[in-house]
């Protein structure tokens, strides 16, 4: 095998991985789309806690404590969404790789 055939099969295997971990980037994006979803039972408990709290007079007190609710729901959706950036990061990695190999010959 030539020196060009290793060349040109390191740059087909790059591609290949690339190709790979495009099609898994986009199936993280839709396993993190589920992180929206967390919302609903949220929202539910939120809404029912606000309007027992209400029917005791305690609006004021539960309004303080739900803020800590939505805060840390906004940091778990956010934190879901983050996990694409494995992906991302892996596929500008990779076609760095792809484009010294271009370079090189």
Do not use: W
């Not at 030539?2 to 986009?26: F, H, K, T």
Request: with cysteine; proline share 1%; charged share 35%.
């Amino acid at each position: 095998m030539s020196i060009i055939q290793m060349g040109v099969e390191v740059m087909s295997d790059l591609e290949n991985q690339i190709a790979r971990i495009q099609d898994a980037e986009s199936e993280a994006r839709g396993i993190t789309h589920n992180a929206k979803h967390l919302c609903y039972p949220i929202t539910d408990i939120t809404v029912a806690l606000s309007r027992l709290a209400s029917e005791c007079g305690l609006e004021e007190e539960m309004d303080y404590y739900l803020d800590d609710v939505r805060e840390a729901e906004n940091k778990l959706e956010s934190a879901f969404y983050r996990c694409e950036e494995a992906f991302a990061n892996r596929i500008s990695e990779l076609e760095c790789k792809l484009e010294e190999k271009e370079n090189d010959k």
